[in-house]
């Protein structure tokens, strides 16, 4: 069962909102948030961490990106989707440069939300279609792609390979003996630093390289002693 943070100071947007999540997931438990201060201490004091937080960027008592900010500098492991008003395509590439896992315009339809919702989920960094010029902005030039695959962390190479293998973060999760929740997150990193918005973009894009020969460890091959869950 997942674990949802809704954080707008809206009642009717709000119950917008979780319609959206009951339409991705009917089994959701969602916490509401009116202020970020509200925010804060529902993540402080949650008996188990979120698995997705929505947040409006407008948010009372905040400047600019100050909300946003403060919940990724207090809380960096939870992923956070932008649903707001305010989708000028570079406030929208700013807001994905802090590493969110997604932006979806207020406007959109609740089955977009929920697709967005679903997507975000499953690891990947979600923007509503039409929001930004279009997928080349956000994918990686071929002769900067080394570069960004070097960037990565062991796990997250072993996690890309299993990936371009087909696997479900589930069965991931399972090779690497660490929990979903992990996975995710590891997911939702590598899709940032390869500058792309979903894993079938990741393998698009790391097609264009010989990945086998970068040194990436097979799948279930042991690199460190299994992580705590």
Request: glycine letters at 6%.
């Given at each position: 069962?997942?674990?949802?943070?809704?954080?707008?100071?809206?009642?009717?947007?709000?119950?917008?909102?979780?319609?959206?999540?009951?339409?991705?997931?009917?089994?959701?438990e969602?916490?509401?948030?009116?202020?970020?201060?509200?925010?804060?201490e529902?993540?402080?004091?949650?008996?188990?961490?979120?698995?997705?937080?929505?947040l409006?960027?407008?948010?009372?008592?905040?400047?600019?990106f100050?909300?946003?900010?403060?919940?990724?500098?207090?809380?960096?492991?939870?992923p956070?989707?932008?649903?707001?008003?305010?989708?000028?395509?570079?406030?929208?590439?700013?807001?994905?440069?802090?590493?969110?896992?997604?932006?979806?315009?207020?406007?959109?339809?609740?089955?977009?939300?929920?697709?967005?919702?679903?997507?975000?989920l499953?690891?990947?960094?979600?923007?509503?279609?039409?929001?930004?010029?279009?997928?080349?902005?956000r994918?990686a030039?071929?002769?900067?792609?080394p570069?960004?695959?070097?960037?990565?962390?062991p796990?997250?190479?072993?996690?890309l390979?299993?990936i371009?293998?087909?696997?479900?973060?589930?069965?991931?999760?399972?090779?690497?003996?660490?929990?979903?929740?992990?996975?995710?997150?590891?997911?939702?990193?590598?899709?940032?630093?390869?500058?792309v918005?979903?894993?079938?973009?990741?393998?698009?894009?790391?097609a264009?390289?010989?990945?086998?020969k970068?040194?990436?460890l097979?799948?279930g091959?042991?690199?460190?002693?299994?992580?705590?869950?």
């Open positions: 069962m997942n674990h949802f943070l809704i954080i707008d100071d809206h009642p009717l947007f709000r119950e917008a909102l979780r319609s959206a999540v009951a339409l991705a997931d009917p089994k959701a969602i916490v509401e948030a009116g202020a970020i201060e509200t925010a804060i529902a993540v402080e004091t949650a008996e188990r961490s979120f698995d997705l937080a929505l409006d960027l407008t948010m009372p008592g905040t400047t600019g100050e909300g946003l900010l403060e919940l990724r500098g207090r809380f960096p492991r939870l956070i989707l932008v649903v707001s008003a305010l989708d000028d395509p570079k406030i929208v590439r700013q807001v994905l440069a802090y590493g969110v896992a997604g932006f979806v315009s207020k406007s959109a339809k609740k089955l977009d939300l929920s697709t967005a919702i679903t997507e975000v499953a690891g990947s960094v979600y923007v509503q279609p039409g929001l930004i010029s279009g997928e080349s902005d994918r030039d071929a002769g900067d792609l570069s960004r695959i070097a960037s990565l962390t796990q997250q190479l072993r996690v390979s299993m371009r293998q087909g696997l479900l973060n589930k069965q991931i999760a399972y090779e690497l003996n660490v929990g979903e929740t992990t996975v995710k997150a590891h997911v939702s990193e590598i899709l940032r630093k390869l500058n918005f979903s894993r079938t973009q990741a393998v698009i894009e790391v264009k390289l010989d990945f086998d970068l040194g990436v097979p799948a091959a042991p690199a460190q002693p299994p992580a705590s869950r």
